[in-house]
């Protein structure tokens, strides 16, 4: 027993903690690797520890994917304004449709992106998605994400995402999916007269959408904008302490011409502001919260989920 208990010993002085591995982009070749997907594929699979990949300046012309054994990988720019990743793939080009038209398409779990730009450039020509996250536990804090129609699919089921401080910009259901999604201190742009969000919440699911201490603006554009249409019956979408652009419809929501769904979706707000908050002329299967109801809509409430999940800014 001695001499086993003094090989533990030597074998502990000899134990060095696995450090967080980090890789630099850069397209100049000073780094690692020239293009962010050449970095993705050098992490191992189902990494021990949370790898961090370093992007310097540029704009990065890639359909980048992030597979679903890539776990717990940060993708980091130093400043979202020149940090860019770009595509323009739309539904309808060759055989892509709306689900394959990402820039960039995040399955690996536990997914961090700071001060990068998610870009589609393919412009006004349908359903062309920026960023597609089907991963759980993922964060965006200070980043742009940027398109038209359809700029952010946040599926799928029992997906959870937390935006901090992100500016997201697009035309129509540029915010959708059926995720649980937080969007905090986040700047909404919507650039003609359509709908913000559609979300597809499936049935039971505690949370969908939910806007904590937004800004939604409008360009010249968008004069008659909704918060929100139902693109699945029991889609949920919350607006709590959101400032909202006077173009923003007084009615706020629209069924999709789905009646029925009137009954089943749950669209709501608390102490909104700004020339466009209206409570008293919104449709009338919308609710405005209590403050006792309000309470439950924290970032660590809608996004703990049964591992208790605490999402760190």
């Not at 001060?115 to 742009?144: M, S, W, Y």
């Not at 889609?235 to 007084?250: D, E, M």
Request: hydrophobic share 35%; proline share 5%; with cysteine.
């Amino acid at each position: 027993m001695r001499l086993l208990s003094v090989i533990v010993l030597l074998l502990s002085f000899l134990y060095v903690p696995a450090q967080a591995q980090k890789l630099v982009v850069a397209q100049d070749g000073s780094g690692d690797y020239t293009t962010i997907q050449a970095a993705v594929d050098a992490v191992r699979a189902f990494p021990l520890e949370r790898v961090e990949i370093l992007v310097k300046p540029g704009t990065y012309h890639e359909k980048l994917i992030i597979p679903s054994w890539k776990t717990d990988i940060t993708l980091r720019g130093e400043n979202k304004e020149n940090t860019i990743i770009s595509w323009g793939d739309y539904s309808g080009k060759g055989d892509i449709n709306t689900f394959t038209s990402y820039t960039v398409l995040v399955q690996g779990n536990g997914f961090r992106a700071e001060d990068i730009t998610f870009e589609n450039t393919a412009g006004p020509v349908g359903q062309a998605v920026a960023l597609h996250v089907e991963a759980d536990r993922c964060v965006f804090k200070n980043c742009r994400i940027i398109g038209n129609q359809d700029t952010l699919y946040a599926g799928v089921d029992n997906s959870r995402q937390y935006y901090i401080n992100c500016y997201i910009e697009g035309t129509t259901d540029f915010i959708f999916g059926p995720a649980t999604a937080v969007f905090e201190n986040c700047t909404i742009h919507c650039k003609k007269n359509s709908y913000i969000t559609a979300a597809s919440t499936p049935q039971g699911q505690p949370f969908g959408f939910v806007f904590l201490n937004c800004t939604i603006t409008t360009s010249n554009d968008a004069t008659k904008v909704y918060l929100g249409r139902p693109w699945r019956p029991y889609a949920q979408t919350v607006f709590l302490h959101t400032k909202l652009s006077g173009n923003i419809r007084p009615e706020g929501w629209h069924n999709w011409n789905k009646p029925e769904a009137e009954k089943t979706t749950f669209y709501a707000e608390y102490k909104s502001t700004g020339p466009g908050a209206s409570p008293k002329t919104r449709v009338g299967w919308s609710k405005q919260l209590t403050r006792k109801e309000a309470k439950k809509y924290t970032p660590a409430t809608v996004l703990a989920g049964a591992d208790n999940w605490q999402p760190k800014p």
